[in-house]
Nanobody
């Protein structure tokens, strides 16, 4: 079992930055595929970024490429999402997720139903 707790969300102006954190307990995150998702009001949950294969490949959805960076600190058992150049369209609740199976199947990398463990979410609001 893995427990995930997010933090770091907030209200920022357009063009601003945040660092979202997801602290894990119960198991070592370096053994897991990890991902960040987001869900805006009235919209489906969207995969944003992940590290899901044994090579540690970072993968991003097109809308955040060049602006968001996923990482993990094995010593702190914590994953991060650095979000830069934020836009009002980035406003959402951001969730971290993990699953115990790594895969080379890219179709699964940002599929919400692939991930077993979820955090409670942290709100990111970007004002124009």
């Amino acid at each position: 079992q893995v427990q995930l707790v997010e933090s770091g969300g907030g209200l920022v102006q357009s063009g601003g930055s945040l660092r979202l954190s997801c602290a894990a307990s119960g198991s070592n995150l370096d053994l897991y595929a990890i991902a960040w998702f987001r869900q805006a009001p009235g919209k489906e949950r969207e995969g944003v970024s992940c590290i899901a294969d044994s090579e540690g490949t970072a993968y991003y959805t097109d809308s955040v490429k060049g602006r968001f960076t996923i990482s993990r600190d094995m010593g702190k058992n914590t994953m991060y999402l650095h979000v830069n150049d934020l836009k009002p369209g980035d406003t959402a609740v951001y969730y971290c997720a993990a699953t115990g199976t790594l895969t080379t199947n890219q179709a699964l990398w940002l599929a919400a139903n692939w991930y077993t463990y979820w955090g409670q979410g942290t709100q990111v609001t970007v004002s124009s």
